[in-house]
């Protein structure tokens, strides 16, 4: 059921015609039940009153958040109580006790507020006869009951409030707890999502990124982390900052919160230091949280979780996320560089820690796919079955890291050497004639060390 807030209070958008409605119920069985001597003027009076308040609560154009309109049921009740009690003798009509209805109205729809403004109402409803009229219909004896009534009134009023706003905050916060589970729920099972496509060999960095940014409504997530004598962002998600000259600026906040192993939180960049302005103008970020991401109880990386709206404070569930995916990311990301090692390990000669036989199948097939012009050679190390026999086999793998060094220290960053068989090395020299080709495989043979020789092959 949709609600809305008055100055009086949350209250339902259906409720206003409900108490109309039993009011009326009431005053038509009332009425129904009239002695003999009822002055019929009133009771039309009455009726107006209910039927006219009823259409102005149904009928009004400025429905969705008038601030007056809950009071509508309660303060024409009185009313129209006022006229049943004046058309059937004043005090002794028997239709007071109704009015109690207007101030549980009250309590129970709108605030503490309400309830003393009906009561106040109410009371002078009672009053109001006696000072107008008097006797013989009011007698100066109704004083008492009048300062009674408004005081019971106002007391089961707000006894009846009280009950009534506990059961709506136990209400709404069994809601909100319902919504955060789901929300800590959805985020838990993209979490395990993470594990999962980490064994897979998907990259964790950028899986944790992703996660910390759905599960927390925020406009950009990072991974930081040292590489070499600084720290460089290794994933983001969201708004892009794949620009080197962003990805590579020194995050000062991200290092305060890696070097005390704790988290860091900046309300607004613009007012506190620490996040690099370069990235604040690209992303338009507001406020940020940094939540170390340990292993072992050492930190490795800081997740970053930036808002584009501003956050005075974190609340308990964004930093249970946050604390949660950041213990995740280091368990991810340690297994996703166990990954990268054993796959660099499969893929590495460990003898030369030149790539191996599967790595350059790979490497070839690549080169071959695409429209640049390539040369492929062979060079093997010509009698290295005698040279082992000669010289024992530490001595052969010594010759073979040797020139592994010695090659490759020959050719350009973009070629391949690799070592494909026992003695046997692959070249593969993309963007080079068969001219230039040769002559650098003929500078190769004249750096193989420890006196050896090698025989080339080269094909275009």
């Known amino acids: 059921m ?8 949350e209250i339902h958008e259906s409720t206003p015609l409900r108490p109309l409605l039993g009011f009326a119920l009431l005053a038509a069985a009332a009425v129904a039940a009239h002695p003999q001597g009822t002055r019929w003027s009133w009771v039309v009076l009455a009726a107006l009153v209910f039927a006219g308040s009823a259409g102005a609560v149904a009928l009004s154009p400025a429905r969705e958040g008038s601030a007056w309109l809950p009071l509508v049921p309660a303060l024409s009740a009185l009313v129209a109580i006022a006229f049943l009690r ?4 004043g005090s002794t009509s028997g239709y007071s006790p109704l009015a109690i209805l207007s101030v549980v109205w009250a309590a129970v729809v709108l605030d503490r507020r309400a309830v003393r403004l009906v009561t106040a109402c109410s009371g002078m409803m009672f009053a109001a006869p006696l000072l107008l009229i008097g006797a013989p219909m009011y007698p100066s004896s109704g004083w008492r009951g009048a300062v009674l009534w408004t005081f019971t009134a106002y007391v089961v009023g707000a006894v009846v409030n009280t009950a009534v706003v506990e059961q709506r905050r136990q209400a709404h916060d069994a809601r909100r707890h319902s919504q955060e589970m789901e929300e800590m729920q959805r985020a838990f099972s993209a979490i395990a999502r993470v594990a999962r496509d980490v064994s897979l060999g998907t990259d964790a960095r950028e899986l944790v990124c992703a996660v910390a940014l759905t599960s927390t409504d925020a406009r950009l997530a990072t991974v930081v982390e040292p590489r070499g004598d600084g720290f ?13 000259e962003l990805r590579s600026v020194q995050p000062a906040a991200s290092i305060a919160a890696f070097n005390a192993a704790r988290r860091v939180f900046i309300a607004d960049v613009t007012r506190q230091a620490g996040v690099a302005p370069q990235i604040v103008r690209a992303t338009g970020i507001v406020s940020v949280l940094y939540e170390p991401i340990l292993r072992d109880g050492s930190p490795v990386g800081v997740l970053a979780i930036a808002w584009a709206t501003p956050r005075s404070e974190i609340d308990a569930k964004t930093q249970a996320i946050a604390q949660f ?3 995740e990311a280091g368990a991810a990301i340690e297994r996703s560089d166990l990954l990268a090692r054993l796959d660099d390990q499969a893929r590495s000669d460990p003898l030369t820690l ?3 036989r599967r790595a350059w199948d790979d490497t070839i097939a690549a080169a071959l796919r695409g429209d640049r012009p390539l040369c492929v050679a062979m060079v093997d190390i010509d009698h290295f079955k005698r040279f082992n ?11 073979l890291r040797a020139c592994a060094v010695a090659w490759r220290g020959h050719l350009r960053p973009g ?3 690799a070592r494909v068989g026992g003695e046997e ?3 593969l020299l993309p963007d080079c004639s068969l001219a230039d080709a040769a002559g650098v495989l003929e500078r190769l043979r004249d750096a193989t060390p420890s006196g050896a020789t090698a025989s080339v092959g080269v094909a275009k």
């Open 325 to 327: 995916l950041a213990a």
């Open 425 to 427: 090395f692959a070249v």
């Open 86 to 89: 004046q058309s059937q003798g």
């Open 354 to 356: 030149l790539p191996n």
């Open 2 to 9: 949709a609600a809305r807030s008055t100055i009086f209070g």
């Open 389 to 399: 026999d000669r010289n024992g086999h530490a001595a052969g793998d010594r010759l």
């Open 415 to 417: 070629d391949t050497l």
């Open 232 to 244: 460089e962002i290794t994933g983001s998600a969201g708004v892009p900052i794949a620009a080197a």
